[in-house]
């Protein structure tokens, strides 16, 4: 039975080797922590079919992860080399040339095993999670080896909980957009937002 890491409890920290820009260096998960929200992106390993559409999407997005204080971290079981093979390796060939942002390695299956993320075949599910700036956990969610994930959805609900954490009392109803109406935590100050919702939509 696999026990995923909560939310509203610490991340599990990692020390381990990054590639960005051509260059490998020691990148510790606890190093953002006070200054950037972070969102670690598991994918199951380089040149598997779907993770490049995630991997490049993200990448062409950065300036509104940045807007967010937010940094983004990917991270595979693949080795450091790998790594620097895959964002070496054009777009057209499946590659992540231009990539924005490092890609991690966890060569040892360490760091996928610590957040419950590693297959039977030794890869990693494409798991996500949203880290605040205290280093807690505030979202995740784990897919299908084949099932893409959604970039828009990632930054909505980005964007709610650095709204919720900055406006104490206030909550984010369905589908809620930055600057939509919100409703409060306050099971009877909900009832206003309800009262405004359902009244207009009588006839």
């Given amino acids: ?13 990692f020390l381990t080797i990054g590639v960005y820009k051509k260059r ?7 190093d953002y922590r006070g200054k950037k929200y972070v969102v670690l992106i ?6 598997t079919p779907v993770s490049p559409t995630e ?15 937010t940094q983004i971290l990917a991270i595979s079981v693949d080795s450091p080399f790998s790594h620097l093979r895959y964002l070496l390796s054009s777009r057209e060939e499946g590659g992540l040339e231009n990539l924005n942002y490092p890609l991690i ?7 996928t095993n610590n957040y419950n993320l590693l ?14 700036k205290e280093g807690i956990i505030q979202y995740y969610t784990v897919n299908n080896l084949l ?23 206030q909550a984010c109803p369905v589908d809620w957009k930055y600057k939509d109406q919100i409703l409060y935590s306050h099971p009877l100050k909900s009832k206003l937002y309800f009262k405004d919702l359902y009244s207009s939509k009588k006839v």
């Avoid at 991997?55 to 204080?69: G, Q």
């Avoid at 893409?148 to 990632?154: K, W």
């Fill in 24 to 30: 490998l260096g020691k990148i510790r998960l606890s």
């Fill in 119 to 132: 297959t039977d075949d030794g890869l990693a599910f494409p798991g996500l999670f949203i880290i605040d």
């Fill in 147 to 169: 099932c893409g994930r959604s970039i828009n959805e990632l930054l909505r609900i980005l964007q709610s909980i650095q709204y919720v954490k900055e406006n104490p009392g």
């Fill in 105 to 111: 390695s966890d060569l040892t299956q360490k760091i």
């Fill in 1 to 13: 039975m696999r026990h995923f890491p909560q939310i509203g409890k610490i991340a599990p920290n």
């Fill in 55 to 69: 991997l490049i999407a993200v990448s062409d997005r950065i300036s509104e992860f940045k807007k967010l204080s």
């Fill in 42 to 47: 598991f994918y199951p390993a380089n040149f």
